[in-house]
């Protein structure tokens, strides 16, 4: 079964310990879930900055993904490496 959109994946977002407890008891006495409550204040304003700076975030991926390429590639080298010396060291 799919799930709806109030029960995707979630990421904790740390906010001033105030405003928290605000949330919480909103979120509490209106019977709703902190998702269900911030989303719709948020959602509008997050996306429009995101829009902003969406080239930055893909070209900061994109350095991610090299740069994991890149170690993966390195630690392989290495591995190799010491499995030669290690069969030198057995002859």
């Known amino acids: 079964m799919a799930k709806s959109r109030d029960e995707k994946a979630s990421h904790q977002v740390r906010v001033n310990a105030d405003l928290g407890e605000m949330i919480a008891w909103i979120a509490r ?4 879930s902190t998702s269900q409550l911030l989303d719709p204040m948020l959602r509008p304003q997050i996306l429009a900055r995101y829009e902003r700076v969406r080239p930055s975030v893909e070209k900061m991926k994109a350095a991610e993904a090299a740069l994991r390429k ?9 591995r190799e490496s010491d499995e030669k010396v290690t ?3 057995r002859s």
Not at 29 to 32: D, F, K, L, M
Not at 70 to 78: G, P, T, V
């Open 29 to 32: 006495v209106e019977e709703v």
């Open 70 to 78: 890149a170690e993966d590639e390195a630690r392989a080298a290495l």
């Open 87 to 89: 069969k030198k060291k």
